[in-house]
């Protein structure tokens, strides 16, 4: 496991482990903006400062297709954990709360993605 990687994850927005998901899930950006209903240059952009921000690349490119990078398979579980910690939120209270967090929601002071 690389260690540095794992704990900057704490640094990434839901937002961006949304993103960086719905990638590994799809294998491409195209599919990615697809289930996350919003356009293929904000899933870039995203994803960019993504890995600007943890110092790696989390996917290969080749041929329109992503896949993962053994930085990014190394942190899938913590991904999937933190996203299924705010799904759960969805079972305990209204589903809305839920749609605002995955979506980016209130926006912090400072904070760009």
Known sequence: MVAGVVLLIHM???????????????GSVGGAARLLN????????VMKHAEGLLGVKLFGRKG?????????????????GVYDKVGDLGILGDRRI??????????QAGAAQ
């Not at 482990?17 to 799809?26: D, K, Q, S, W």
């Open 38 to 45: 919003v356009s293929s240059p904000g899933i870039s952009r």
């Open 12 to 26: 990434l927005t839901l937002r961006q482990i949304e993103v960086i998901r719905a990638i590994m899930i799809t």
């Open 98 to 107: 839920v749609n605002l967090f995955l979506c980016g929601g209130l926006p």
């Open 64 to 80: 329109g297709r992503y896949t993962p990078t053994r930085e990014a398979s190394d942190i899938c579980t913590q991904i999937n």
